[in-house]
């Protein structure tokens, strides 16, 4: 009985073994993971062949020399390309640092400690809320163009003398909220001056200041340390504010014009404004003889 069980075991079982075919799916995966690897390591080494290509050129061709504007930019071998411009092109930088746009230049709440240079075709210049502590003459020299310059909000304590004068064409100037104790020359054709809350004291306005500005429109001297009304006050003004100051007299020829037999008036005066200070305005009625409105102050 066991060999007749043992036959039929040889014949029926042993064929159907022979008859499966070979496991090819684990051979046929790592032919294909081979031949990810080798396609890699191809096109690493083309790569890096074609890198060193052009590393070569580079460097056989170390200097580029723009034809417009004269920049040279020396590209080396694993280093960033260098860029020098050269010493008189200035308006990059600036342009960079703040927003130029139309003629104007932006440079508002940068922590600028100085006046930055400007593009020479500048009409409009803001730069408040910086640190900047002075004005120098050559800060300004070579813009003429310019028509309005805003510094409020700084920390400037000097400015030199001729710092605005080739500013011909000059039309509002603001340096308020500074640390100034005297004027500045100003120029001829100004139409509005602010120097609100500085340290300006009446030995700090020489006694011509604004004479020469008959264009001169709105004049703002408010929070200040003034002792006196500036002499001298041009025709032209319209607005002028001196509140808050340590003005204790005025004369009759403060605003007007003493011992003129014909009747005077300031046509153009709108506004003064005197409150805030020591004096009181009704003890000097001829003061305002010549005015269209009294000044805003105490009177008693």
């Given at each position: 009985?066991?060999?007749l069980q043992t036959l039929f075991f040889l014949f029926v079982f042993v064929p159907l073994v022979k008859l499966v075919p070979p ?278």
């Open positions: 009985m066991t060999t496991i090819q799916q684990e051979s046929f995966s790592l032919y294909e993971y081979d031949t990810d690897i080798f396609e890699r390591k191809l096109f690493k080494q083309d790569y890096e062949d074609k890198l060193q290509d052009a590393i070569k050129y580079k460097e056989k061709d170390s200097m580029i020399v723009s034809p417009d504007s004269n920049i040279q930019l020396e590209l080396q071998k694993d280093e960033s390309p260098a860029v020098t411009l050269p010493a008189t092109d200035i308006n990059l930088p600036t342009c960079l640092l703040c927003v130029c746009l139309s003629g104007s230049v932006y440079c508002e709440e940068t922590d600028s400690v100085a006046i930055p240079p400007l593009p020479k075709e500048t009409a409009y210049f803001y730069a408040r809320f910086n640190k900047i502590k002075r004005v120098t003459v050559s800060d300004f020299a070579d813009i003429p163009t310019l028509r309005r310059i805003d510094l409020t909000g700084n920390m400037i304590e000097e400015i030199q003398d001729g710092a605005f004068s080739k500013l011909l064409l000059l039309e509002e100037l603001s340096l308020a909220d500074n640390k100034l104790i005297r004027l500045p020359a100003l120029p001829p054709k100004l139409l509005t001056f602010n120097a609100n809350n500085n340290r300006i004291k009446s030995r700090g306005v020489k006694p011509n200041a604004f004479k020469k500005q008959t264009n001169l429109s709105y004049l703002y001297l408010a929070h200040n340390a003034l002792e006196s009304v500036p002499l001298n006050l041009p025709e032209s003004l319209r607005i002028l504010h001196l509140q808050f100051n340590n003005i204790t007299s005025i004369t009759d020829e403060t605003f007007c014009k003493a011992n003129n037999n014909t009747r005077y008036v300031r046509e153009r005066m709108d506004e003064i404004r005197m409150e805030g200070n020591p004096i009181i305005l009704a003890k000097h009625p001829n003061a305002f003889s010549c005015l269209k409105s009294l000044p805003v102050g105490a009177y008693y």
